[in-house]
């Protein structure tokens, strides 16, 4: 809502500064977005005459005009207008000047090698309007004697741009605004003195509401004007009108804008005589259609409210007018229509539509339903003076009668929710002054709500409306108590954080990416689940859910390696979905490392990062946040977009049917597909709901602390087992074999090749036995040996290498 | 006993030269060898009579003690200088870089989240989470905003069905709901969270990041809720004192609304928090709307407190002096380098929230 402290100055009775409205009118809750500063500037404007124009010689589309402003010497003028050419009179700003648009100050100027003197300006420079296609063309008539002088005669009103709450519409209007200003004690509102209409002539055009089911119009209240002469708009009204950044048209349209401005009360005007045989107010039928003033053919629906006549429908009640019956220059007779639509009506057709207007906007907040009257005989009395005519009686239908809203206000109600003290008077004088009729009982007030507040309707809405006046700032702060009566986090949470941190320290960085992908990429991730999609995407490849922590990342990893990164290590904590219903999603921790580890070191040997460098990142984390090592499960099988033989996946123990983790390289086809070029890449996912809590809080996990001191040995081992056979199995028979004595086996050599046949690798091993009770002799040894040689022969099939 | 002075008055001072270790060697044999001068003496002890022997053998005694010491001091002189001899030669160029290593960060809206838990959870609040997908019940209705409410303009919403009943949500406050419906009060929450709107430009980002307040009891006012956040805010920017403004808003599950602002100057191109006198918009607040609280089966008659929205992101720009919301989600590992955190730094009471 744009507004001038001019214009709020003909509701508001008030000696204060603009500084002082403008922290007023935030501290009230009606929040100053921007204030526009027009400054005198605006003196160097002139009107100015247009006396021949050339092609510029270096550029086509320029021309070079000879510009008349009133002085001896005409000046030079580079202008890129196609409409400028001979005899147009147009506003000059000379150098010096400052363009109100963009706040640029004009200097004389070379162009492509012509000299120019300032600048021809348009409408959406001098923020007269948003016409920027060509220069002003200001009336001949108006301003032929006028070339030299001052286009702005008076000093504009600096424009103070509101952003009004949904609730709000009153404030849609200036009056509404004043009001609330009076009654936070800034000013005085004056009053509003309507004439009454005296006319004895009848508003001959018939109108009729259909009572239909869900009829959007509830009262159309009409007034007509007859044998007027429209005509530009005197320049009080134009200069109100371009003082809040509007298009001044004409003398009947600005009047109808002037008054939805002043007191937010919407009307439409009608050319009168192209209305066939009266007005019918209805649901519209489905398919039908109709030309509105934004010059487009609007289809309609079924049910949508209509202002309609003989010969179809002449506009969308509330919303837009259509062309057929738009007044024009010549037009003669005006009905002017002041209606109440229903608001969900309104806003139900104007999004099916997706039209967006100043009427569908107030109109959709809530007009108050009583100001019918008040509308049409301001606008008439306007039309009458500047146009002539006769006017109508006013005529008002409607189909519902206006129900009074009252509340019963308990007092006490309000310092139980603000925390303020405030007597009663104050309080009946705060409300008073918005305009509800205050009845003082007791312990409570019974308010009749004014019909300009669609928003009041329970006592919070009171509390709210006191407090708003009477100063948020006076609340006094309570500090708060520190007192914990519940833990933080949870333990889901608490592993979330941990495992977060856990993997950064591994030298992963933390990446957040959208929650959307591209459908394209996440094809290659989604294993079997289908794609989640967006029906209102920001972009094409922004256009589902991700169902894999790996869409983004790895779109994100290769746009790093293009900006010449080479040895990443990138990871993202979130969520990834797998329905399109709340709760279909799951936390996932996912991790990418590419390239080298070392490279070029002057010490170490480069290589590439390989599986069991994700794999240790993978344990280890897991290990860090609990989990028992001894109790994973590892196998290889995993989703397609891992490398089929070099990822596999984790269980937590035996018995779990849930995956803890998958890890491994990523499958070599994504990489060519996404034309992702690195060495090496890896990666892996710990799927955090998945994991259980470990069994045991930290404080509860230390067991009995038991250590021997008895001498420990070391005997290696290598067995000739199957190429197939999976190493892990091999350790878990060897540790089987004594769980007292053996205390850990290491895998130190892996062979295969000469020596060793073509199906099967060798496996060397390191084994350390120790005893809690005793020194162990070489026949105690010797025992463990030969049981952990035997146990795998023939548990295993492999064979001791001699 | 001259001989005994003998013995000794020579070989310390042969051993007062500069000798190498076979030379030692040789000493040590000539003294304490199986011929040796001191062995030789010892076996004489038996052949000595009676009241000089035990002078005899104590003062031998001595003189062997006093000879080996001197024996083993020249040892380790040796020693130590052979080690510094080889440990001159082993010399590295310490200058020479170290080995490789990679550093991990921890992203600064991570760092801000939990920079924010730790704030709260000091005067009481623990984390509830929601689901991102949620249901226009959820996200809308239950929180006073019917459909066809021109508020819900207020939100750009991201549909995943054609009749707009599931939704990204828009903001944290549906978790409100979610906490509210399946407890009982009091209650005292944070929710920390992703959320969606469909708006794309340098300070919208289509998804960003909020933490939602809720405190529920008996007889919390407005008074509470300008405490706590004034302790929140004071306690993220770490400063003493704070400009702070409340300023009459509107939110359909909020009654009375705010929107709240903290004061703020330029100084040398750098935002300065807490001084000056330009305001900057940091959150929305205000008493939990009685519908709400019905909505979710909490009689507002009994039970009534106050909710907050605050986005995450925009806290984290102004503390940590980032300019570009977008930067935050374009994993550009030079950005991610820059303003991340290590992932040792866990904001916590004791030791501060930041280094």
């Known amino acids: ?802 | 006993m001259s001989d005994l002075k003998k013995i000794k008055d020579e070989f310390l001072s042969k051993l007062q030269k500069k000798l190498d270790l076979s030379e030692i060697n040789k000493i040590k044999s000539d003294l304490f060898g199986k011929n040796g001068l001191i062995s030789s003496e010892f076996k004489k002890i038996g052949s000595i009579a009676e009241p000089e022997k035990k002078k005899f053998a104590s003062d031998l005694n001595i003189i062997k003690d006093e000879l080996q010491e001197a024996i083993n001091l020249k040892l380790n002189q040796i020693e130590i200088s052979e080690i510094n001899q080889k440990l001159e030669k082993e010399k590295v160029d310490v200058t020479l870089p170290e080995r490789t290593f990679i550093r991990g960060k921890i992203h600064p809206v991570s760092q801000t989240i939990d920079e924010i838990s730790s704030i709260f959870s000091e005067i009481g609040f623990s984390v509830e989470e929601g689901p991102d997908v949620e249901n226009e019940h959820n996200n809308f209705t239950a929180l006073n905003t019917p459909d066809n409410h021109p508020a819900r303009d207020m939100h750009d919403t991201f549909y995943l069905d054609k009749n707009k009943k599931k939704l990204l949500r828009t903001h944290t406050s549906p978790v409100q709901i979610r906490t509210m419906s399946k407890n009982k009060p009091p209650f005292k929450i944070i929710a920390p969270g992703r959320t969606y709107r469909s708006d794309s430009d340098q300070t919208h980002a289509p998804m960003f990041h909020q933490v939602e307040g809720l405190h529920i009891d008996k007889n919390i006012n407005m008074g509470h809720l300008k405490g706590c956040l004034n302790y929140f805010i004071k306690e993220f920017f770490e400063i003493e004192k704070i400009k702070m403004r409340f300023r009459p808003s509107h939110f359909p599950f909020t009654e009375p609304s705010a929107e709240v602002d903290i004061g703020y100057e330029i100084k040398d191109g750098k935002i300065i928090i807490g001084e000056g006198n330009k305001w900057l918009e940091i959150l929305g607040c205000g008493m939990v709307h009685p519908n709400v609280l019905k909505n979710v089966k909490v009689d507002p008659k009994n039970y009534q407190g106050y909710a907050f929205g605050i986005g995450i992101d925009r806290l984290a720009m102004l503390k940590y002096g980032i300019n570009d919301l977008r930067s935050f989600f374009e994993c550009d590992y030079r950005w991610l380098n820059h303003f991340g955190f290590d992932p040792l730094d866990v904001p916590t009471n004791y030791r501060g929230l930041s280094r």
């Open chain 1, 1 to 802: 809502m744009k507004i001038t402290y001019d214009w709020l100055k003909e509701h508001l009775q008030t000696k204060n500064s603009e500084n002082q409205l403008i922290n007023k009118l935030t501290d009230i809750g009606l929040e100053v977005e921007s204030v526009e500063v027009t400054s005198s500037d605006l003196e160097k404007f002139l009107v100015a005459k247009v006396i021949k124009t050339e092609k510029h010689p270096n550029a086509d589309r320029l021309k070079v005009c000879e510009v008349d402003f009133g002085k001896k010497e005409t000046v030079k003028v580079v202008c890129g207008a196609s409409n400028a050419k001979e005899g147009l009179l147009t506003i000059y700003a000379p150098p010096g000047a400052i363009i109100p648009k963009n706040k640029m100050k004009l200097v004389v100027k070379e162009i492509r090698g012509v000299t120019s003197f300032g600048m021809l300006c348009s409408e959406s420079e001098l923020n007269l309007s948003d016409e920027s296609d060509g220069i002003c063309e200001l009336n001949k008539n108006q301003f032929k004697s006028k070339i030299g002088q001052r286009y702005f005669t008076k000093k504009k009103s600096n424009l103070i741009d509101l952003s009004i709450t949904p609730n709000r519409p009153d404030c849609l209007g200036v009056r509404g605004i004043a009001r609330d200003l009076a009654t936070a004690g800034f000013g005085k509102l004056k009053g509003n003195k309507i004439d009454k209409i005296l006319s004895k002539d009848k508003q001959k055009i018939k109108i009729k509401i259909l009572k239909e089911k869900d009829q959007g119009c509830i009262a159309f209240g009409s007034c007509l004007l007859t044998n007027v002469t429209n005509v530009e708009s005197p320049r009080w009204l134009k200069d109100k009108l371009i003082s809040i950044g509007q298009k001044p048209i004409s003398a009947i349209v600005d009047i109808t804008n002037y008054v939805m401005i002043d007191l937010n009360r919407p009307l439409h005007a009608y050319d009168a005589d192209k209305i066939q045989k009266g007005i019918v107010v209805r649901s519209s039928k489905k398919g039908e259609t109709f030309v509105a003033l934004d010059k487009k053919e609007h289809r309609l629906e079924e049910g949508m409210c209509v202002i309609s006549d003989n010969e179809g429908i002449l506009g969308l009640g509330g919303i837009i007018g259509g062309t057929r019956s738009g007044t024009e220059l010549n037009t003669k007779n005006v009905l002017i229509e002041s209606a109440y639509f229903n608001p969900r009506s309104i806003r139900k057709t104007s999004k099916q539509l997706n039209i967006d207007t100043d009427a569908k906007f107030r109109f959709e907040r809530g007009i108050d339903p009583l100001s019918i009257e008040e509308g049409l005989v301001k606008a008439a009395n306007l039309i009458k003076k500047i146009c002539g005519g006769r006017i109508s009686k006013i005529d008002i239908q409607k189909i519902n009668k206006f129900e009074e809203k009252y509340i019963n206000f308990e007092i006490e109600l309000f310092e139980k929710i603000s925390g303020l003290k405030i007597s009663n008077k104050k309080i009946s004088k705060i409300l008073s002054n918005l305009g509800f009729k205050v009845k003082e009982n007791k312990n409570f007030f019974k308010l009749k709500v004014p019909s300009w507040r669609p928003d009041i309707v329970q006592a919070i809405d009171i509390v709210e409306e006191i407090v708003r006046i009477y100063g948020y700032d006076k609340i006094n702060k309570i500090d708060p108590i520190k007192v914990r009566s519940k833990p933080t986090l949870n333990k889901a949470q608490k592993i979330f954080h941990f495992l977060q941190r856990s993997i950064a320290t591994k030298g992963y960085q933390e990446s957040i990416t959208w929650s959307f992908t591209d459908s394209k990429i996440n094809d290659l991730f989604k294993s079997s689940l289908k794609n989640i999609e967006i029906v209102n995407p920001i972009s094409s490849d922004l256009n589902v859910l991700r169902n894999s922590i790996f869409s983004n990342l790895i779109m994100y990893l290769n746009k790093n390696l293009d900006r010449g990164a080479k040895d990443l290590a990138l990871f993202e904590i979130g969520p990834i979905f797998h329905g399109p219903n709340p709760g279909e999603q799951a936390t996932v921790l996912g991790g990418l490392r590419s390239g080298k580890i070392s490279r070029l070191s002057w010490i170490e040997k480069e290589r590439e990062v390989d599986i069991f460098d994700v794999k240790k990142d993978v344990i280890q984390t897991l290990v860090e946040a609990g989990y028992g090592k001894s109790e994973f499960v590892v196998d290889n099988q995993t989703p397609n977009y891992y490398h089929p033989g070099k990822s596999g996946r984790i269980f937590l123990n035996k018995n779990t049917d849930k995956v803890a983790a998958y890890f491994g390289e990523i499958h070599p086809n994504i990489l060519k597909k996404m034309d992702i070029k690195t060495e090496a890449l890896v990666g892996f996912e710990i799927f955090l709901d998945n994991l259980k809590e470990p069994k045991k809080s930290l404080k509860d996990q230390k067991t009995k602390y038991q250590f021997s001191d008895y001498q420990k040995s070391q005997r290696d081992f290598a067995f000739i087992i199957d190429k197939d056979f999976k190493s892990q199995e091999l350790i878990d028979v060897i540790s089987k074999v004594d769980k007292d004595l053996i205390k850990s086996v290491n895998i130190f050599d892996i062979y295969e090749g000469e020596n060793i046949p073509n199906d099967k690798k060798s496996i060397a091993l390191n084994v350390t036995i120790q005893s809690m009770d005793k020194t162990l002799k070489d026949e105690d040894l010797e025992k463990v040996n030969k049981l952990i040689v035997d146990t795998v022969e023939k548990k295993t099939g492999a064979i001791i290498r001699s």
